[in-house]
């Protein structure tokens, strides 16, 4: 099993450019969730999705941050455009829920994201 | 909002020593799960704690969700350099959304 597939692992942009981080989630695990992690802090949600339906974007900054999970399997998050601040670990992971429990989540290795 | 918060910040410790993080939330949890991440890894998963006062054991590794649902323990007896890393917890009220807590780094010297 190939596990949760992160890329680009590395990202340098200037500010004010785009950029965009994909991932595929381990085969089966029906929710999926994208993290931001500061250094040395713990990760923070973005967004979650239940299949291809996001059913948590409370923290997601919508005004420069999008995401879509077509067809309820891998997923991109973009920025448009990036902020200073925006650098950190952008951070994918997976987990299924069954009957009513949730499991785990599986991380994927990141995308270290660096806006200079 | 709930907010969980693990102590201590940093804990560096001889070799063959005890280690404890605790953490702490304002909220009774529904669940609790403990992570680990190496330095310049991702958090992966450790073991998730569901019932009032429960107890769980992996090796050297005990972990317990206290009789109120508000805090949790990961003790590690007999420290080894493989344990270095950050240990976060990871709570919830009862949804599937996970709030992570700050983390405790551990340093073991050896």
């Known amino acids: 099993e190939a596990g949760v597939v992160q890329s680009p692992r590395y990202k340098i942009i200037e500010k004010k450019q785009p950029v965009a981080f994909w991932c595929n989630p381990i085969?089966?695990?029906?929710?999926l969730y994208w993290y931001r992690q500061n250094l040395g802090q713990g990760p923070e949600l973005l967004i979650r999705?239940?299949?291809?339906?996001?059913?948590?974007d409370s923290q997601l900054p919508k005004d420069r941050f999008s995401a879509e999970r077509l067809k309820g399997v891998d997923s991109t998050l973009k920025i448009q455009p990036a902020e200073l601040g925006d650098s950190a670990v952008y951070l994918c992971a997976s987990s299924s829920i069954w009957l009513g429990s949730h499991y785990g989540y599986t991380f994927g290795s990141g995308t270290r994201l660096t806006v200079v | 909002g709930q907010q969980v918060m693990q102590i201590p910040q940093y804990q560096h410790v001889q070799e063959g020593e005890d280690f404890t993080t605790y953490c702490n939330s304002s909220t009774t949890l529904s669940n609790i799960q403990w992570y680990k991440q190496r330095p310049g890894g991702h958090p992966v998963f450790l073991i998730q704690?569901?019932?009032?006062?429960e107890v769980k054991k992996q090796k050297r590794l005990t972990f317990q969700f206290g009789e109120a649902k508000k805090n949790s323990s990961l003790h590690i007896t007999a420290t080894q350099t493989t344990d270095v890393g950050t240990y976060f917890c990871a709570a919830t009220s009862g949804t599937y959304k996970y709030i992570f807590g700050t983390g405790t780094r551990l340093k073991v010297l050896a």
């Open positions: 999705y239940e299949n291809e339906e996001a059913v948590d």
């Open positions: 704690l569901v019932k009032s006062g």
């Open positions: 085969s089966g695990h029906n929710t």
